[in-house]
C-alpha cells in the first residue's frame, strides 16, 4: 500500500502523486456503493500491481469538498478579478468569499491587468472586510513575490469570471506551467474557458495550484448548499454582529433594531458588500434543505 495525493482526474482515471512518482489509478468499486468518488486533491491509500496500475483502497478524511469542479482539501482561493475586459462584477466575487468562508477556504483576492485600467475603491471595500488584496500591475515586478508567498505550503484553487486572467497570470507567475490563454468575447463580455479539466500542480517551493473550470458558476451557492440561516455566517464583517440585533431570526436585510444595518449607516460594512448579502439571501430564502 501506498499513500498519495490524487493530481488529475480524466474519464474515470485518477493519476495519484506517491513520492516523486505519478501513478494511473482507478478507483474500488466499494466507493460508487457509499455514494463517495476521488476527487483532485483527496488524500488516498493505493495499491500497485506488477503492471504498475494503481487501484485507489482508501480516501482519507477531507477538509472540504466541491461538487463543481470535483476538488478536495483545498486551503485557499485565489479570487482574480480583472480592471477590464471583462469588467469587474463585484457580485460574483462576493458569491465565491461567501462559498470560501462556508467550506473553510481563506480567499486571497488579486486584481489583475491594473496595467491597462485602474479599479478605484475595488481593493478598499475588501481590505475594510478583512481580506487580503494583492493589486497585479505586469509592468511592476512587486506583485510576483505577494503571490508567491501567499501560495507557499498551500493547495491554492485560481477562480473567477472567465476572461479575468487567471492562466495569465499564473503564467507571469514563472512556474513553466504553460497554461493556455484566452482572448475575452465583445459580445458577451466574457472570456472563453481555457481550462478544461481539474489538475493540480506542484509547487517548487511547496504547495499545489489548481487552475480550475468551474469556480464562476453562478449556481455555487445551490450546488454547495448555504441556506438562509448560514448565509450570514460567511460574510466576515456581518458574522461578528449576529445576535446583536434586537429581533430573533432578523434577516439583517430591512428590520428595525438590526445591528447590521446600523454598521451599514456608520460606513463599518460598505453597501456594495451589503448589497451582495440581500441579493443572496433573497435567492435562498425559500429554499429548503430537503431541496438541495
Not at 26 to 54: C, H, M, W, Y
Not at 67 to 88: E, G, L, W, Y
Not at 186 to 191: A, D
Request: charged share 20%.
Amino acid at each position: 500500500m501506498m499513500n498519495g495525493r490524487i493530481l488529475k482526474a480524466i474519464s474515470g482515471f485518477y493519476y495519484v502523486q506517491c513520492g516523486n512518482g505519478l501513478i494511473e489509478c482507478r478507483a474500488k468499486g466499494i466507493f460508487r456503493k457509499r455514494g463517495l468518488s476521488p476527487a483532485v486533491g483527496d488524500e488516498v491509500t493505493i495499491s500497485v500491481d506488477q503492471n504498475e496500475k494503481g487501484v485507489i483502497e482508501e480516501i482519507s478524511p477531507r477538509k472540504n469538498a466541491f461538487i463543481r469542479p470535483p476538488m478536495a482539501n483545498i486551503d485557499q482561493f485565489i479570487v482574480v478579478v480583472s480592471a477590464v475586459s471583462p469588467s469587474p462584477n463585484l457580485f460574483v466575487v462576493d458569491k465565491l468569499l461567501s462559498i470560501a468562508e462556508y467550506k473553510d477556504v481563506e480567499p486571497i483576492i488579486v486584481l489583475t491587468k491594473l496595467d491597462m485600467a485602474q479599479l478605484p475603491g475595488v481593493a478598499d471595500i475588501y481590505r475594510q472586510a478583512g481580506f487580503t488584496v494583492i493589486e497585479v500591475d505586469y509592468q511592476q515586478k512587486a506583485w510576483k513575490q505577494q503571490v508567491l508567498d501567499c501560495l507557499a505550503g498551500k493547495v491554492s484553487a485560481f477562480c473567477g469570471n472567465s476572461g479575468v486572467g487567471k492562466s495569465t497570470l499564473l503564467n507571469h507567475l514563472g512556474l513553466g506551467l504553460s497554461l493556455k490563454t484566452g482572448e475575452t468575447s465583445e459580445k458577451l463580455g466574457r472570456g472563453r474557458h481555457t481550462t478544461r479539466h481539474v489538475e493540480l500542480f506542484q509547487l517548487p517551493f511547496g504547495g499545489y495550484i489548481a487552475d480550475t473550470p468551474g469556480f464562476s458558476d453562478v449556481d455555487l451557492h445551490r450546488q454547495e448548499g448555504i441556506l438562509k440561516d448560514q448565509l450570514q455566517y460567511t460574510f466576515r464583517e456581518i458574522a461578528p454582529l449576529v445576535g446583536q440585533c434586537k429581533f430573533v431570526g432578523c434577516s439583517h436585510t430591512c428590520e428595525k433594531g438590526c445591528a447590521v444595518l446600523a454598521a451599514l449607516e456608520q460606513g463599518k460594512i460598505v453597501p456594495s458588500r451589503h448589497q451582495s448579502y440581500v441579493a443572496l439571501y433573497q435567492a435562498v430564502k425559500d429554499i429548503k434543505d430537503w431541496q438541495l
